[in-house]
């Protein structure tokens, strides 16, 4: 029986109890998935399962793959490699028997603070759209639903769960809308929204960005989840377009099962309870989390919702055949059987955890993902140099951020173990300073295990580390921030004396090299002092292997910067009416000045602009050759070095003034990471995308393509361009890309 038949069969047979049970989270049973919604035993209906997952599964006290940040996998360039991971963590989510993954984060990076930047991709909606859409079809390709996060304009922890959101139509449209859309298109099976109002309105209700835009007017087919506890009034929820309310239990139960404490028991059954045993947040945490006592949960109020005519009967079945579409797609109706063992365990037959290729892939995204900032000719590293590898958490790799994207790895590599296993030479370590300590919203809300490392007791000494780095042919510093969900950082600064342990490091080698482990941009005021500078990210649990191989050369640092790096005060963020905003609400002023796109603008010169990365090769660019009928531009690059190298050929488009209307200098239209042997040259197509020659008009036009000049910006970053070439764009051009990026009407009818 085809889908749409098997959906209205299974909704007409449900009763109201049973619909309005596919529509809330429930305690799952086995204590393991984040989300959990009770299935329909009598019509075949299993539960849908629900888990974290960014950063890979996870699974409380289980063990999954560790894979990289995804602000690292942007910073690859590669969304052919973007497929690769998202298929990987779909494997892994089946391994795991798990029907959704929480994945990926699609918000953009406007604010350089924001706590949960490292679960996101770019501050360029053309790159974060086509990651977030690479993603998501690797998932879906697994018979997974993804569930891009958080629509919409989700982007600082500050405040996140109460602060409005003042963003003009322009902005919505051309910045923060498009990765979602692209992960629409991609097949995601679920959308989850943010904690945010958008303009007045909470993301849980907007009907305007729920019903018209995602659904109506991008033909979205799947269910809407609500982030946790992130409702409140039950019936506008529904009217305004949301499918699913999660966690649908108390705060209370949550902890304990994200404790994996059993949570059977009176509350499991009708989800009542409350949460006088929960742990007391920290001020700092409580200000990033929702107010779970204002939450009315769908399994309280929505059946009298509908009874009372509040919530017509028409939405809530649609909800129901939303929720039911998603599972059949992921193959959970298939006749009438789970997939699933019955305790919840064992994955399906095509699921996998922690493979060879799973951890192969880990860290060949690493490797590529790492950023080469600056490099005097200290790098890459002598096989036989003696290097001291100095940093207060050099023996211990950078799984990820704190909150709801911790995981925990099988095996793991800290930069002293991949250094010490890859060099000739000797190795000697110094922490210098005290242990730069993480933060993590998971450990404040279910509290500490109490566990103490095994050197909790050191004495770091930084005259140690000097001594040690004066006798090293080099020296390698680790560094690292600290970033967690519902805590914006302090500022752009390495916390703790790691700037001092810097300096310090640098005067007595003048090889010192820095290796930063950062959740998004930091401050160098310390970058004219030191030989080299790497940007390694949250590498995961192939953190030691993949800085050894860049260190040695044995991968050339194939990664570009996804963000901007520039002082704190340079951002258009910098005013607080912008952030963390004023009487409750950020005032999104800048309008599509965030980024590149601002510093550009205002004519500042960013420390390290968008793009940016180093190779240990040198390229030139040959010529290139634009063909807008095919929407490409073929460039040859020659790699004019003894030594292979990646290059990452970046377009940008110039458009043409348009008195009245204030547009980027430039824009992302496209981008090609690609390996060129020593010697030789190769031939590279690169496909531009739509939304850099277009515009979005709030006077009523929608998306305009303008007439006049356009320049086509081709180079290694933002601001390092190698070519260029001008178009007047042909008119069927620019009706093709209206008509590509205009609303279509649905036959939904807004639901």
């Known amino acids: ?81 973007a497929r690769d991971h998202g298929a990987a963590l779909g494997r892994e989510t089946r391994g795991k028997g798990q029907d959704v993954l929480l994945a990926p984060g699609t918000n953009l990076l406007r604010v350089p603070q924001n706590g949960r930047n490292f679960e996101y991709f770019a501050e360029d909606p053309v790159l974060s759209a086509s990651f977030a859409g690479a993603v998501v079809a690797g998932i879906q390709s697994q018979d997974v639903a993804a569930t891009p996060k958080h629509y919409v304009a989700n982007n600082q922890e500050t405040a996140r769960a109460a602060v409005n959101v003042d963003a003009d139509e322009r902005a919505l449209r051309e910045l923060y809308l498009p990765s979602f859309r692209s992960a629409v298109e991609a097949g995601a099976g679920s959308v989850m929204t943010a904690y945010n109002d958008v303009n007045g309105t909470r993301m849980s209700d907007h009907e305007r960005l729920l019903r018209d835009v995602l659904k109506g007017e991008w033909g979205f087919e799947g269910y809407v989840v609500s982030d946790w506890f992130g ?44 949460s006088d045993d929960a742990n007391e947040l920290p ?42 579409r998603t599972m059949d797609r992921v193959g959970l109706l298939a006749d009438g059987k789970t997939r699933r063992a019955s305790n919840g365990r064992t994955g399906s ?61 099988v095996v793991e590599a800290s930069p002293r173990t991949g250094i010490a296993e890859r060099a000739d030479g000797n190795v000697t370590v110094a922490y210098g300073i005290p242990r730069v300590e993480g933060v993590s919203m998971l450990e404040a809300f279910v509290g500490d295990d109490g566990a103490e490392r095994e050197d909790a007791t050191r004495e770091p000494d930084l005259e140690d580390a000097a001594a040690t780095a004066r006798e090293a042919d080099a020296a390698v510093v680790c560094v690292r921030d600290t970033a967690t969900e519902a805590l914006d950082r302090e500022d752009l600064r390495l916390p703790g004396r790691q700037a001092e342990l810097i300096e310090t490091v640098a005067a007595e080698n003048d090889r010192t090299v820095v290796v930063v482990n950062s959740s998004g941009p930091i401050e160098c005021p310390w970058r004219e002092d030191v030989a080299a500078v790497l940007e390694n990210w949250y590498p995961g649990q192939a953190h030691g292997e993949a800085v050894a191989a860049v260190l040695y050369g044995d991968a050339d640092p194939g990664g570009r910067l996804p963000v901007t790096f520039a002082p704190e005060d340079a951002y258009p963020t910098a005013d607080e009416r912008r952030y963390p905003g004023v009487d409750g609400t950020a005032r999104y002023e800048e309008g599509v000045f965030v980024g590149y796109r601002h510093f550009d603008a205002a004519d500042r010169e960013p420390t390290y602009p968008f793009g940016h990365g180093r190779s240990y090769a040198d390229y030139e660019y040959v010529d290139a050759d634009p063909d807008l009928e095919d929407g490409t531009v073929r460039v040859t690059v020659e790699n ?73 910006e081709i180079g290694r970053s933002s601001r390092d361009v190698r070519a260029t070439l001008r178009t007047e764009l042909d008119p069927a051009f620019r009706h093709r890309v209206r008509e590509s990026l205009a609303t279509r009407e649905s036959s939904s009818d807004r639901r």
């Open 1 to 81: 029986m085809s889908r749409e038949p098997r959906i209205r069969r299974l909704a007409e047979a449900l009763t109201l109890e049973e619909k309005v049970r596919l529509t809330h989270g429930a305690n799952d049973p086995t204590g393991r998935a984040t989300g959990y919604v009770a299935g329909v035993e009598r019509l075949g209906i299993p539960p849908l399962r629900m888990a974290d997952g960014p950063l890979g599964v996870r699974i409380p006290d289980e063990s999954t793959t560790a894979f990289p940040a995804p602000i690292a996998l942007a910073a690859t360039f590669e969304t052919e490699l």
């Open 231 to 274: 409702t409140e009034d039950a019936a506008d929820a529904a009217n305004g377009g949301l499918d699913v309310e999660m966690p649908g239990i108390s705060m209370a139960e949550m902890q304990a099962a994200m404790a994996g404490d059993d949570t059977d028991g009176p509350d499991a059954a009708d989800g009542d309870g409350d």
């Open 283 to 324: 001020d700092a945490i409580a200000d990033g989390m929702p107010d779970h006592e204002s939450c009315e949960r769908f399994a309280d109020a929505l059946t009298e919702a509908v009874e009372s005519g509040a919530v017509p009967e028409e939405r809530l079945d649609d909800m129901v055949a939303r929720v039911l």
């Open 349 to 409: 037959e095509d699921g996998a955890v922690d493979t060879p290729a799973h951890r192969e892939l880990a860290t060949r995204v690493a490797t590529r993902g790492t950023v080469l900032l600056e490099n005097d000719g200290v790098l890459p590293l002598s096989d036989e140099a003696d290097v001291a590898v100095i940093g207060p958490n050099v023996d211990e790799s950078v799984l990820g951020g704190g909150g709801s994207s911790e995981t925990t790895p």
């Open 640 to 712: 004019t070095t003894d030594r292979d190298g990646r290059e990452v050929v970046q377009v940008y488009v110039r458009p043409p003034s348009v008195e009245g209307v204030d547009r980027p200098v430039r824009e992302l239209a496209g981008f090609e990471s690609v390996a060129v042997p020593a010697g030789q040259r190769v031939s590279v197509a690169v496909e531009l995308e739509d939304l850099a020659f277009a515009r979005y008009s709030e006077d009523g036009d929608g998306w305009t393509v303008d007439p006049g000049e356009y320049v086509l």
